[in-house]
């Protein structure tokens, strides 16, 4: 039944990552393919429409894991308590920032609002990123199922590790930050025309 | 070229060596994942998918067909946490789904 439950969820993180990592790539390329605020405006109508649909994924993946291995999501919950929320907070702002950037027409405005929507799709490549490399790595964990350990520590490789300033962590947060790039330029090649289309 | 294949392509260029450092280092603080992931069909699996996932991508980059890419980069997170079941599944079920 276990395996079951981890099939599932990892199903859902697949297409989690698949759907919404467009838009981190998208965001993340937002100030490098846009040169002007018109070309900005049409990299962000390009996911405008299906953001939050992405999103709901990954609602999904913590709804099945609190369902179906709820101490998983105690430990996952304790153990990386201020990643998710940076996490959470990166989601949030990367919402509010495709939803009023573009509300009023002031240059100061819309260019907070894109550093907001750029900020926030790289810390979640980095977070992501690190996330799944702390995942292979294994999360240390006490007889009880409690994981405590610091959002950053040290680079050894043994030992009490972080969750960040490992090798192998920043590695993995390195893969997310070249990785979803490309991701978005596929997208944002087949979703785009006109300037950001052009050399 | 557009303008966003061609910074799409730069970062992309990492990707291979990175893939490549961090299954080294996988191997140095998890010693006994490759012995137990060789075994495993969805190791093989995923690897297959992300490799052919992966040139799928660098070949639609570079052929100016993204539309041929972009299964490759939609495929490829789906290759990876194949490959890496391994270490996402824990070796011991610690958590009990009736917990």
């Known amino acids: 039944m276990i395996a079951t439950w981890y099939g599932i969820v990892s199903l859902m993180l697949i297409v989690y990552v698949a759907l919404d990592g467009r838009n981190f790539g998208a965001g993340m390329l937002h100030w490098f393919v ?3 605020p018109e070309e ?5 109508a390009a996911i405008g429409p299906l953001w939050s649909w992405h999103e709901v994924w990954a609602r999904r993946v913590w709804r099945h894991i609190g369902r179906g291995i709820p101490r998983l999501m105690a430990s996952a919950f304790a153990g990386y308590y201020l990643a998710l929320f940076l996490i959470l907070w990166c989601l949030i702002l990367r919402g509010i920032s495709l939803e009023v950037g573009g509300h009023i027409n002031d240059r100061l405005w819309q260019g907070f609002w894109d550093f907001v929507f750029v900020f926030s799709n790289f810390l979640l490549a980095i977070l992501f990123g690190a996330a799944a490399g702390n995942l292979v790595r294994g999360v240390p964990l006490d007889a009880n199922g409690n994981s405590r350990w610091h959002f950053s520590s040290n680079f050894n490789v043994r030992g009490y590790v972080g969750l960040l ?3 192998h962590g920043i590695h993995c947060s390195f893969l997310g930050l070249s990785y979803w790039p490309a991701h978005g330029a596929t997208y944002l090649t087949l979703k785009t ?3 950001v289309h052009e050399p | 070229m557009n303008r966003s294949t061609n910074v799409g392509k730069v970062p992309l260029g990492a990707v291979v060596p990175l893939f490549l450092a961090i299954s080294v280092e996988s191997w140095v603080v998890r010693p006994d994942l490759p012995g137990h992931a060789i075994h495993h069909p969805f190791c093989w699996l995923g690897l297959l998918v ?3 996932s992966i040139v799928m991508l660098i ?3 570079s052929t100016h067909r993204e539309s041929a890419g972009f299964p490759g980069v939609e495929w490829s997170p789906g290759g990876l946490v194949g490959h890496r079941s391994r270490g996402y599944f824990p070796r011991d079920a ?3 789904a009736s917990a």
């Open chain 2, 94 to 96: 610690l958590f009990d």
């Open chain 1, 165 to 167: 300033d490992w090798l």
């Open chain 2, 59 to 61: 070949s639609g980059l």
């Open chain 1, 34 to 36: 846009a040169r002007t």
């Open chain 1, 193 to 195: 025309e006109g300037p």
């Open chain 1, 40 to 44: 900005r405006r049409q990299v962000v």
């Open chain 2, 50 to 52: 992300a490799i052919v």
